[in-house]
C-alpha cells in the first residue's frame, strides 16, 4: 500500500468528490429516519495543507486553493462553507461526520496503519462513529444491509491495482445486492477513456438500476499518464441530483479548469430506474 492521501487532500478531485459528498448528504438529512454513512476507503480524515506532505506537492492549490479565492459560486457555496467550518482540509469522515445529525452514523474502514490510527484517535470518544482497520470491500459484505435501512456508501479506493474499475463494479454488485434501497457514490479516475467505456458497459451488464455518472475533466482525456478528471457513478441518486449537481460541475469545471484545453462535464444516465 503505497498511496498516502494526505499527498492530494485538497487537489480537484477531491473537490469534486467531496461537494457531491455534501449535497449526497444534505439529500439523506432531507427525511427525519436516522441513516447510516459506510466510507469504504477513509483516508486520514484530516490533512494540514500548511504542513507535509501537502506542502510537497501543492496539489491543493490548483483544487480548493482556487475555489476558496473569490466568492464561491452558488452552486458549491453550501461545500465550501462546510469546509470553512471544519478547516482545510477536511476528508471524507470529517465531512461526513459534519453532516450527521443526532442518531445517524457512519463506519470508516482504512487499511494504512497510520492514517487508520489518526482515525481512530480522531473519533475516539464519539459514539456516531466507528473506525474499522479492514478491508473497505469485504465491510460491504459484513457491514450491510444497516439497522437503519437508509444509507449512503462512499466507495473511493486508491486505484493502485490495474483492475480496480473491475473491483469497483463486482464491489457495486455486491452492496447494491446486499442493500437495493442504498445510495452508492464510487469515485473513480478519468485517464483516458478506455477503461471507463469497459466500467460503464460491466454495470450495464449486471444488470443495475437506476445509475448515473457524474464526470469533469480539465482537459481532453487523451495522456494516459495523467489524471485529467474524475467522476462519481452513483446508484439510487436522491431526488434532483440529476437537476442540482450539473450546475456544481459547471461550477467546478469554471474555476478549476485551463480554458480551451478540451475540459468539460458530463451526466451520463447508465440505467433507469
Ligand atoms: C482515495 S483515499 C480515500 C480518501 C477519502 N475517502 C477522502 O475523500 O478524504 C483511499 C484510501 O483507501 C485506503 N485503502 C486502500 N485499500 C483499502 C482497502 N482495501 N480497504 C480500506 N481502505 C483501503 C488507502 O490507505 C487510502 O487512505
Known sequence: MNYRHAFHAGNFADCMKHALLVWLLDAMARKPRPFFVLDTHAGPGFADLDAEPATRTQEWRAGIGRLARDMPPDALARYLSVVARLGRYPGSPALIRALLRP??????????????????????????????RRDGYAALKALLPPPERRGLVLIDPPFEDADEFATLAAALQTGLARFPAGVFAAWYPIKHRAPIRGFFAALQESGLRDLVAAELWLRAPLDPTRLNGCGLLVANPPWRFTEEVPPMLDALCDRLAERNMGEGTALIRLADE
Open 103 to 132: 442518531g445517524d452514523r457512519l463506519a470508516c474502514c482504512e487499511l494504512h496503519p497510520e492514517d487508520h490510527a489518526l482515525l481512530r484517535r480522531r473519533f475516539a470518544v464519539d459514539p456516531q462513529v466507528g473506525v474499522h
